[in-house]
């Protein structure tokens, strides 16, 4: 899949701001006035910041209010209203908080978890997709899920719970990996599948449709830097997990704030491979897989 | 809407025979053409005469080989367009509701004004049927020419969709899967019509005929005039004889017939 920057820097910017709004939503911290307005600052920047940069990508994004109607069958029309809800119901927590020195724990509470929900939709648009096995399976929403409470304790300064969440993001990552890598094969799905034809004897493509390239192959047969993908693989772990624990230990505020960049690259890196190693089975049609 | 209808009144659909087809494309042109000139946004191409050029077309004719363990290789012309599946993904996956499958007779259709271009219909389609036309940046598919087949403005033979009229092999058939007698029901019956990727669960409309196979290698076949033409003269006579005998009796090999 082509990984567009717009959809990356969403899901990483995002994840992290609703992580960190979620545990500002449970009490961890709990600030009142200015340091209050800092922290939701922070975290409304990050979480508003990728829900706008995600609409770059759309070819009509003055029309984008209309994504909001079908959330009866669609995980996009979801993670637009779940978002909306959950910035809500945290900017009437944040009010609170900021403007009246109170925690009213129930909408903090609520605001949570719509937080964590907002990640959750995120991660079943791609979950969802039975086109590309890689995604299909139950290691991506915990992989979503897991790095963005991983980098909401982080980013909240909650150094004992970050630690061992920061763990576990770095081993559902590692588990869609490994999952992810035998996805395709798994799925059954193969160019004699995809034409019919298998029963005969062995399909091979023969000529493509078209001499030039097109809006398929470039959307879905992203094949640049594969052979990079497993030092890649090894630079985002470094950077997500391994390297924000060690730096985590000191309690340091300096060394913790490279910790969050630290993290940031990581998940940064590791969502451009979601992407760029994801396998569309439309890829077998013109025999790239 | 982009809940899916739980049943249709028609299911109106392509056959296609890859045992006829030709590879003449000539169906992806007559698309284009059409669906260019009427139904929504043009069909727009990018750079086209220059060094790279690109397009969105509705309808691609692959070409793939098949070789048998026990018998000669096959190439099969194999085009794909939208197969206006009963439980299709692409329809679920819209956020606003621009997609939608028809309750009357099946087709799949976007509504353009509707269309945000995010894509993501045409992630979940397997088949590849759906484009993003770069120019009007919005989602382009086979509408299996909703406005050709009930266009009481066109004589009569020419209410089927463009490919389907244009094919000169007669590989491409239009017709109601949902009535047991139409000619497409008939022919996916008798020809063993069958789905692309059916454990995608996408449940096709559109059926393939597979091609027939080829039973056995006649390279080694004796042709029915092979009699005719033997040679009449069994012995060699004359000059081109003593010519033949001369040569024979020369030192070295002769390779080559009898004769």
């Not at chain 1, 576990?168 to 798994?186: E, P």
């Not at chain 1, 004897?201 to 640049?224: D, M, Q, W």
């Not at chain 1, 890196?269 to 760029?276: D, E, Q, S």
Request: net charge neutral.
């Amino acid at each position: 899949m082509h990984p567009a920057p717009s959809v990356i820097l969403f899901s990483t910017l995002s994840g992290l701001g609703f992580g960190l709004l979620a545990f500002l939503g449970f009490g961890m911290p709990s600030p009142t006035g200015f340091m209050a307005f800092i922290w939701f600052t922070i975290a409304y920047l990050l979480a508003v910041g990728g829900l706008i940069a995600s609409t770059f990508h759309l070819g009509h994004p003055e029309r984008a209010l209309k994504a909001f109607k079908q959330w009866r069958s669609s995980w996009l029309s979801r993670e637009g209203i779940c978002a909306v809800a959950a910035l809500l119901v945290m900017a009437l927590y944040g009010a609170g908080a900021v403007f009246f020195d109170t925690n009213w724990t129930l909408v903090g509470i609520v605001g949570a978890l719509l937080s964590i929900g907002t990640v959750f939709t995120t991660s079943m648009i791609y979950t969802q997709i039975k086109t590309v096995p890689r995604w299909n399976n139950l290691t991506t929403p915990l992989m979503f899920l897991s790095i963005c409470i991983a980098g909401g304790a982080l980013l909240a300064g909650q150094v004992s719970l970050a630690t061992p969440l920061l763990v576990l993001a770095g081993v559902t990552q590692i588990a869609h990996w490994v999952f992810g890598d035998k996805a395709l094969s798994n799925s059954g799905t193969t160019l004699a599948t995809a034409t019919g034809l298998g029963a005969r004897g062995e399909v091979r493509a023969f000529e493509p449709p078209h001499t030039g390239t097109n809006y398929l192959l470039k959307e879905f047969v992203y094949v640049i830097a594969r052979k990079h993908a497993l030092k890649l693989r090894v630079i985002a772990i470094v950077l997500m997990a391994v390297l924000p624990v060690l730096l985590i230990i000191t309690h340091s505020h300096i060394l913790a704030a490279l910790a969050v960049l630290s993290h940031l690259v990581g998940v940064f890196a590791a969502r451009w491979l979601f992407f760029a190693e994801a396998e569309h089975v439309v890829g077998l049609y013109y025999g790239k897989r | 809407m982009t809940t899916l209808p739980t049943s249709t009144t028609k299911k109106l659909g392509l056959v296609i025979d890859l045992d006829t087809c030709v590879g003449c494309h000539a169906c992806v042109i007559s698309c284009k053409g059409w669906n260019t000139e009427n139904y929504g946004a043009p069909l727009s191409d990018q750079d086209p005469y220059g060094e790279n050029p690109t397009g969105t077309f509705l309808n691609r004719v692959h070409s793939y080989e098949i070789q048998p363990k026990e018998a000669p290789a096959q190439l099969i012309h194999f085009p794909k367009s939208c197969l206006h599946c009963e439980d299709a993904p692409c329809v679920t996956v819209c956020p606003t509701g621009a997609s939608y499958k028809r309750v009357e007779d099946g087709i799949v259709l976007v509504n353009e004004q509707d269309c945000i271009g995010c894509g993501l219909c045409a992630w979940a389609c397997p088949y590849g049927a759906r484009e993003m036309d770069q120019e009007e940046k919005v989602m382009k598919k086979c509408t299996l020419c909703v406005d050709r087949i009930y266009n009481e403005n066109l004589p009569e033979e020419d209410r089927e969709p463009a490919c389907v009229r244009t094919c000169p092999a007669g590989a491409r058939h239009f017709g109601d899967f949902a009535d047991p007698e139409s000619n497409v029901s008939r022919l996916t019956a008798e020809r063993g019509g069958m789905d692309l990727m059916p454990e995608m669960g996408t449940k096709p409309v559109n059926k393939y005929l597979p091609p027939r196979p080829k039973d056995r290698d006649r390279s080694e076949d004796v042709d029915i005039l092979a009699p005719f033409l033997e040679p009449v003269a069994t012995e060699t006579t004359g000059f081109l004889g003593w010519l033949d005998k001369a040569l024979d009796a020369m030192p070295g090999s002769s390779k080559g017939g009898k004769n």
